[in-house]
């Protein structure tokens, strides 16, 4: 219905659970308007709110604009669009009042405003910073899937997913293998993780080091992962609402690629073993083929020898797809026995050590559609991980990325100050 000068309608705001509205507040606004007599609309937003802090907020204009607006004015008074559709999330890491302002034009240019607070207050039950939930495992195929963590026979995803959580949960620091390119984990906090401008958000932890005598090349052993996120915009606590990429120091650099796909097969298990050299026992083990028209094999080496494939899916081709981060590794002697894995600049899980916080912590700010263009995001729900390179190391193995867990950096401070 397209409101007049004479409209005058009433409809209950659309808001998700954990908020709590005030008691007695009316859901119609007076609103402005370039006409001479200034019409009565509601846009199914109240006047005011109270949430929890690090919990999400999810507001929906009642009102059918062209284009939408949402400002939101700190209690330190600094402005921000946070919104400029029809849907607003707003969550908050302090504590205060919050202003917030939401103006719609319509289609023939005239101007709805309405103005209303958010106070937020302190949680009753505290946070934790650590990681608290794992949604999903999804592993490529590597030398320690199905080791680390251990499969049992009878787990599912769902079994693998606790077990993962109790690997990397809380302060545990055991570590998960992603396996080869493209596998993933997907994990959570018992809270939003707030988008606080200026600051890096969160941390991750791997198991990444640098040579002894190349602390300054920053060279050794690094298994760079890309970090994807999501916000649970529509409010049902579960990773379908849209992925955005956190832009690391190679987004742009003309030797990754975007859009790459890739596809493993199940290795036959009636196919006689092609030994190679000292170290490769099957170098014709699991094949893959990709998006570019490359293919090759996982190999498997003599170390580990259990399945590579993860155990608990019942598919026979594993597809996997994202940015593909340039080889980092160099063969020092040309002959396979000594490798150098150099870590890239800032922006990847398992690329620094983790005494290195800055260089393993990351910033919602660096979020990017699928597109490449800069989003804003006022927090995150959703977490993933995956592997960013396809190479392989002859006796070291595939490149596989390992997580050893991670934390909210808004709620516990930065104890590992950087190494200079």
């Not at 998960?176 to 600051?199: I, K, P």
Request: glycine share 8%; hydrophobic share 35%.
């Amino acid at each position: 219905m397209k409101p007049n000068d004479k409209t005058f309608c009433c409809v209950a705001a659309r808001v998700w659970p954990k908020v709590f509205r005030l008691a007695g507040v009316a859901a119609c606004a007076l609103v402005s308007a370039c006409h001479n007599e200034t019409p009565m609309v509601s846009l199914g937003v109240d006047e005011s709110y109270t949430v929890y802090r690090m919990q999400a907020l999810r507001l929906e204009s009642e009102f059918e604009g062209v284009s939408f607006s949402w400002v939101e004015v700190t209690p330190d008074g600094s402005r921000r669009v946070i919104s400029t559709s029809r849907e607003c999330v707003f969550v908050a890491a302090s504590e205060g009042v919050y202003g917030m302002s939401l103006t719609i034009t319509d289609d023939d240019g005239t101007l709805f405003s309405h103005d209303f607070t958010v106070t937020v207050v302190r949680e009753e039950i505290e946070y934790s910073p650590w990681l608290s939930a794992v949604y999903e495992y999804r592993p490529a195929p590597g030398q320690f899937i199905n080791m680390m963590p251990e499969w049992s026979k009878g787990d599912t995803e769902a079994d693998m997913c606790a077990k993962v959580l109790e690997s990397v949960g809380g302060t545990a620091d055991e570590l998960v293998s992603l396996g080869a390119y493209g596998g993933y984990l997907t994990f959570g906090f018992d809270h939003t993780v707030v988008n606080v401008a200026g600051e890096p958000d969160f941390m991750i932890r791997g198991n990444a080091f640098y040579e002894i005598g190349f602390e300054d090349s920053k060279v050794g052993s690094c298994e760079p992962g890309i970090v994807m996120v999501s916000l649970d915009v529509n409010g049902n606590g579960i990773p379908d609402d849209t992925w955005y990429e956190l832009a690391g120091s190679e987004y742009s650099s003309p030797f990754t690629l975007h859009d790459y796909h890739i596809t493993y097969r199940r290795p036959d298990a009636s196919k006689p073993s092609v030994p190679k050299g000292d170290y490769i026992l099957d170098a014709e083990y699991i094949p893959w083929t990709d998006s570019e028209g490359n293919s090759g094999y996982v190999e498997k080496n003599y170390e580990h020898t259990q399945s590579y494939y993860p155990a608990w899916v019942e598919a026979d081709e594993l597809t996997f797809a994202g940015s593909l981060l340039a080889p980092n590794a160099v063969d020092i002697y040309g002959n396979g026995t000594y490798f150098q894995l150099s870590s890239y600049p800032w922006g990847y899980v398992d690329n620094h050590p983790d005494r290195y916080g800055e260089l393993n912590s990351f910033d919602i700010g660096w979020a990017v559609d699928a597109f490449g263009v800069p989003v804003y995001l006022p927090g995150v729900d959703f977490i993933r991980v995956y592997t960013g390179i396809n190479q392989t190391c002859n006796w070291i193995g595939e490149t596989s990325t390992e997580i050893a867990g991670a934390r909210d950096l808004h709620l516990l401070p930065l104890d590992e100050p950087e190494v200079q």
